[in-house]
């Protein structure tokens, strides 16, 4: 072997030494994954009554804090005139039954709200981890109890 063979073995070398180096250095790619949390069909709701369903965050839904979890909610109520007032509230389930029979509320812990007609579709992105509950009133006292079909799915990003 001649010189400029050896150097330029040398620099083939050196250059796979800095493409490994920079496969190892970048960080991970992440991915979204979907998972249902709430899957209520064929439910009844009565007209001003608080209907209640709860899930809880752990480490795995919060890879880092750029790509925080988001809660997707699609509620339906079969009547039309139904007129739905929705929370998302970051509190667990026996805290939240204890502020509605005292009827303190729940106002400081509500994450995300809103109301609507017969159906609701909202993403709802969340910061932290902890007890959460899905809290929905159905407001029209003008109609009877009715079917309902609620899910509530998460879309988080893994490594």
Known sequence: MNRRNLVLIFVFVIVLIIIALLFITLPAMVHQKTEVLIDQKSGAVESLVFMLGNFTLGDKYFVNSEHPPIIH???????ETAVITWHIVKISMPEIKDL?????????????????????????????????VFVFLQSNDNISVQPYNSTISITYWVN
């Open 100 to 132: 509605i029979s005292s009827k303190v509320g729940f106002d400081k812990y509500i994450v995300k709200n809103g109301y609507g007609g017969n159906v609701i579709s909202e993403d709802v992105t969340v910061n932290e981890k902890g007890d959460y």
């Open 73 to 79: 909610i699609n509620l339906v109520i079969a009547d």
